[in-house]
């Protein structure tokens, strides 16, 4: 009978039998009640079990940063699981940058950046800080949370659409189908999103690779006092990626020992599915081979952006001029010639 229910609870709790970092983040994700989350089930086809397996190995990938979000909104008071928020936003590129003016993993307005004292300073754009971005974000949604009583879908919701939106919406619709049907099409599919990511958890058993990550440091925010190995300071391509304004600041983020140990792994992680396996996979963790990042300068033209990025010139004007005058500082993801297979 004993044995029975110790296996029940090794079951139920996988962080109890392997310290897991991804079970202890969704422990307490609540249910989902709105009318967002009731999509047609289509019994897990063939092509949903490939789509589950891709997002669960994005959701490996993601392991150190995962550790490293949630221990921020944690110590704030927070629930870990909006440490999903980066995954949805912005993949988790540092310099990711949307048309809207969004930029960093959390995709912080200028507006948020700058009341949580984020600003350009010596054109750089230190939304782009891992650290200092990740502690305005938190703040931000602890504000939002504690505002909306916790309400998970409604904070997605004015994270992605803004408070003031919210706010006006649900003084007409307060917290209803309706409301949630009156939100713009792109904050329903964020809402959907952040929710399939915990159904997709739910639908893997226990053995799956995901559990079996432990809930230790990958990652680490260090000042150059530190008396740490040069190492990971410099020709690191991985704190480079975490780093991507380079070290001009009082804090930055490196791999710890741990991340050497999970990189191990994970390089090992095998898909489940053949079709998958067949696709090109990306073994380095935080491999930005495939785009590199670019600041406007102030000596650059459209017409020289335009040849440089391979747009035309009207999609410069509409995403990269305010004013009549280019955005100089700002970071734009393009696609690399030069592909790198290497991680360090």
């Given at each position: 009978?004993?044995?029975?229910?110790?296996?029940?609870?090794?079951?139920?709790?996988?962080?109890?039998?392997?310290?897991?970092?991804?079970?202890?983040?969704?422990?307490?994700?609540?249910?989902?009640?709105?009318?967002?989350?009731?999509?047609?089930?289509?019994?897990?086809?063939?092509?949903?079990?490939?789509?589950?397996?891709?997002?669960?190995?994005?959701?490996?990938?993601?392991?150190?940063?995962?550790?490293?979000?949630?221990?921020a909104l944690n110590q704030q008071g927070i629930p870990g699981y909006y440490a999903f928020i980066p995954l949805i936003e912005s993949s988790?590129?540092?310099?990711?940058?949307?048309?809207?003016?969004?930029?960093?993993?959390?995709?912080?307005?200028?507006?948020?950046?700058?009341?949580?004292?984020?600003?350009?300073?010596?054109?750089?754009?230190?939304?782009?800080?891992?650290?200092?971005?990740?502690?305005?974000?938190?703040?931000?949604?602890?504000?939002?949370?504690?505002?909306?009583?916790?309400?998970?879908?409604?904070?997605?919701?004015?994270?992605?659409?803004?408070?003031?939106?919210?706010?006006?919406?649900?003084?007409?619709?307060?917290?209803?189908?309706?409301?949630?049907?009156?939100?713009?099409?792109?904050?329903?599919?964020?809402?959907?999103?952040?929710?399939?990511?915990?159904?997709?958890?739910q639908t893997i058993n226990f053995s799956h690779p995901i559990w079996s990550y432990p809930d230790v440091h990958y990652l680490m925010t260090?000042?150059?006092?530190?008396?740490?190995?040069?190492?990971?300071?410099?020709?690191?391509?991985?704190?480079?990626?975490?780093?991507?304004?380079?070290?001009?600041?009082?804090?930055?983020?490196?791999?710890?020992?741990?991340?050497?140990?999970?990189?191990?792994?994970?390089?090992?992680?095998?898909?489940n599915s053949k079709t998958v396996v067949k696709s090109k996979q990306n073994k380095c963790f935080f491999d930005d081979s495939y785009q590199?990042?670019?600041?406007?300068?102030?000596?650059?033209?459209?017409?020289?952006?335009?040849?440089?990025?391979?747009?035309?010139?009207?999609?410069?004007?509409?995403?990269?001029?305010?004013?009549?005058?280019?955005?100089?500082?700002?970071?734009?993801?393009?696609?690399?010639?030069?592909?790198?297979?290497?991680?360090?």
């Amino acid at each position: 009978m004993v044995q029975k229910l110790l296996l029940i609870i090794l079951l139920a709790y996988p962080h109890v039998a392997f310290g897991s970092l991804m079970a202890k983040i969704i422990n307490d994700f609540p249910v989902c009640k709105n009318i967002l989350c009731f999509e047609r089930d289509l019994g897990y086809s063939s092509l949903q079990k490939i789509q589950i397996d891709k997002e669960i190995s994005s959701l490996i990938s993601a392991i150190p940063l995962l550790k490293y979000y949630s221990e921020a909104l944690n110590q704030q008071g927070i629930p870990g699981y909006y440490a999903f928020i980066p995954l949805i936003e912005s993949s988790n590129l540092p310099t990711a940058v949307s048309s809207a003016g969004a930029s960093g993993v959390w995709q912080l307005m200028p507006s948020t950046a700058f009341d949580g004292g984020i600003f350009y300073h010596n054109s750089y754009d230190y939304r782009h800080d891992l650290y200092l971005s990740t502690m305005v974000a938190v703040r931000h949604i602890k504000i939002l949370d504690e505002k909306y009583f916790g309400n998970l879908a409604i904070v997605l919701a004015a994270y992605n659409w803004g408070g003031a939106n919210v706010d006006r919406l649900l003084k007409k619709f307060n917290n209803t189908d309706d409301f949630f049907l009156n939100l713009p099409e792109e904050t329903k599919s964020y809402i959907r999103k952040f929710y399939r990511i915990n159904n997709n958890l739910q639908t893997i058993n226990f053995s799956h690779p995901i559990w079996s990550y432990p809930d230790v440091h990958y990652l680490m925010t260090v000042t150059k006092k530190d008396n740490l190995n040069d190492i990971l300071y410099n020709n690191n391509k991985i704190s480079s990626f975490l780093n991507p304004i380079g070290f001009h600041r009082n804090f930055y983020v490196v791999p710890t020992e741990n991340f050497n140990k999970y990189y191990q792994h994970n390089v090992n992680v095998k898909s489940n599915s053949k079709t998958v396996v067949k696709s090109k996979q990306n073994k380095c963790f935080f491999d930005d081979s495939y785009q590199t990042s670019y600041i406007i300068k102030s000596t650059d033209t459209v017409i020289s952006l335009s040849k440089l990025l391979g747009k035309d010139e009207l999609l410069i004007n509409k995403n990269y001029v305010r004013d009549g005058k280019l955005k100089v500082g700002m970071v734009i993801r393009m696609s690399s010639k030069k592909l790198d297979s290497s991680c360090f």
